[in-house]
């Protein structure tokens, strides 16, 4: 069976539309797309995800220009007829994403909440937080015992990719100092000091932005090359995917 793929004709006719997020082309390279035999412009645009197919020449280098940048797929990937491999996995970001902005407000919110109500909403902070520990450690297992272990096994050149993903993983120094914090906010009923509170928001916040950019990093990574894996080797990519996951991530578990 053909892989299934984007054209440029594709992405012309979804721009057109308004149906994709345009970034303006500013990578210097791009000038000398110009000047680049048919061939080699038709190279690099499956070297990001898409055929040139039966388009014209400026056309492909229009979409040469916006697909260079790192966010095109991230943001357009609902374009790629393979969106479904990778659908669940960005609604999980995005739930972490939203929990963490409550998070944030929850926790600006406790200096100008009175003393009676503190010892309530740390606890509900506490709650909150840690069972977001809960799930984002889960999302970060699978990642790395099967999302990332295929890429590594079998695409060349994907190890120094994820290895400092990995890394991320593994450090819980920020999440063990916000954890400390809040346990100290519950036992004293939300009566702490000011340097206190402000220490707990500036350990949020320093965790809330690594952790944007960390799901940022994965998704620009890994979008591309999961999107644009051949049948054959989604299917091996399959077989490294716990039942777990696979119920976790796929509503429906499409063959392709």
């Known amino acids: 069976m053909a892989p299934k793929v984007v054209s440029v004709n594709d992405v012309i006719r979804a721009m057109s539309k308004g149906d994709i997020t ?20 038709e190279k690099e645009l499956l070297n990001h995800g898409i055929h040139a197919g039966k388009s014209e020449r400026k056309y492909q280098e229009l979409v040469l220009g916006m697909v260079k940048d790192d966010m095109f797929w991230v943001r357009n990937y609902s374009l790629h007829p393979n969106a479904h491999r990778v659908r669940g ?4 970001h995005d739930r972490f994403r939203a929990c963490m902005r409550e998070m944030v407000k929850m926790i600006a919110r406790i200096p100008d909440t009175a003393s009676t109500a503190r010892a309530q909403l740390a606890y509900n902070l506490g709650a ?12 970060g297992n699978f990642e790395d015992a099967e999302l990332f272990k295929y890429f590594i096994d079998n695409i060349d050149g994907c190890w120094e990719d994820f290895e ?8 819980h120094s920020m999440t063990d100092q916000i954890v ?20 707990l928001q500036y350990n ?11 799901l940022a ?31 976790t991530y796929y509503k429906f578990f499409k063959l392709l």
């Open 128 to 139: 909150k937080f840690n069972a977001f520990l809960t799930e984002l450690d889960d999302h």
């Open 217 to 247: 990093l994965e998704e620009k990574m890994i979008l591309q090359k999961w999107l644009n894996l051949t049948p054959q080797e989604y299917r091996h990519f399959r077989s490294y995917l716990s039942w777990k996951h696979i119920l």
């Open 164 to 171: 400092e993903l990995e890394a991320q993983h593994a450090d």
């Open 180 to 199: 400390h914090r809040l346990e100290k906010l519950i036992a004293a009923q939300g009566n702490v000091s000011q340097a206190e509170l402000v220490e």
């Open 22 to 41: 345009v970034t303006k082309p500013t990578d210097p390279a791009l000038k000398n797309s110009s000047s680049a035999s048919n061939a080699e412009l």
């Open 89 to 92: 996995w960005i609604r999980r």
């Open 204 to 214: 949020f916040y320093l965790f809330y932005r690594g952790s944007l950019a960390h």
